[in-house]
DNA sequence: GATGCATCGTGAATTCTGGCACAAGACTGT
DNA sequence: ACAGTCTTGTGCCAGAATTCACGATGCATC
């Protein structure tokens, strides 16, 4: 049975929400106040649940614990994915230095520059490593996933070298779409994308007429 | 008649696609060339964009230049969005000195932190100023858009001070969910969302015998 | 100007998605 | 024990979203 994006993509927010949670103390929870909490009705929660099993008891709701546990499975993020971080621009540090990746399933494992004023410097604890060893040094860490934070124009390239490297999953920061070789699986994240969906709802600015 | 939200979701992606085009000198695309640039069927492209007008010409395609400016028109980045900016921590700050807000319809103006020995540093041309003045210099400026980037633990209460504040879109960088008052937008960004989304579709990783 | 090819915009057909509503089960309190 | 209240998982279906496919049109070439 294969199941749809659309679900797949929903599966981390309930993740997120359940640790958050079980961060706060609380073992039970139900699909009504999630859906409350996360704006989706407790009919889709419930149905994408249940793709994957039953998790649930009638009655009762879910074990906040145990649905952490079956999520954190079916995402596979029980054992730590190794990252690599291209670009140790101001975005490349913030990332290597962001440590929320750690206790969800994610370690930063190596940091990539093609900048020789950049190379040799240290961030989150990692040397930022030369570009040009991405070919060597990632095989030889068995890293699989890669944030790309580079200028645009330099994307492509990037993300063709770590393809070539082995890696499956990119998470681009770059304001480019890319193109990679089937499998390989990519996500982007871009602010002004975001921005720009929030204001086609909002009354267009005014633009003032002192500072211009 | 109603736009649907998967449609202007879009919007923002094929802008990019058509700046690119035009930022390297390509005055006529198709469907099907943005199509194949962004992994998405010409016949989508083709009635997403037939919500709003007759921008192409049969046999020949898109205009461009013309077509960039009716999304810009159709998201309303025609004239420059202020921005907020909450938090000046890594993120923020990274945030604050890009430089790819500025060409896309966005500009930051302001700042802020509650940290003291954050307060009175500058990042990106903006003094960071304390968070408590939320409520009078955002309205003072005119402010509608909020960028924030706060611990989890933080983010709703500064979601709800710049509600109060008259801010009508957030882009929320903490990994948590905000609830907003019915009418302002929300987006979130979360790496590790991404992340995991791409980590269900790829063989569990098998711990290291030797790093762990 | 006629032919061939390319492309758009769109109605129709198809596939997908979300929500309703209910049977079944679980817990509480008397 | 039993009534009352919750909650899950799911069959069903309406509506949404996507794709198909085609008429209409534009351009290049001969």
Redesign the interface.
Known sequence: MEIPDIV??R???Y???LS?LESIGQTVTSSHEMGN???ISSAQIRKDLSHFGEFGKQGTGYQVKYLVDQLRR??????????AIVGAG??G???A??N??AD???RIRAIFDSDPRRIGQTHGGHVVQDARDIGRVLPEL?I??A?VAVP?AAAQLVADHLVAAGV??I?NYA???I?VPEGV?V??????????????????????PVTG
Chains 1, 2 share one sequence.
């Not at 995402?75 to 990252?83: C, M, R, S």
């Not at 982007?188 to 633009?207: C, G, N, S």
């Open positions: 797949v993509g599966l981390p927010i993740l997120r929400a958050h909490a996360l704006g079916i995402l596979k993020v029980g054992a730590d994915w190794d990252i101001d975005l540090r913030a990332l230095n962001y929320g990746f969800r399933g994610f068995g699989r996933l944030m645009a499956q999953g998470l304001p480019i779409n193109l699986q996500q982007y994240i871009d602010p002004v994308v975001h921005l720009q969906r929030m204001t086609f709802y909002l009354e267009a600015p005014t633009p003032n």
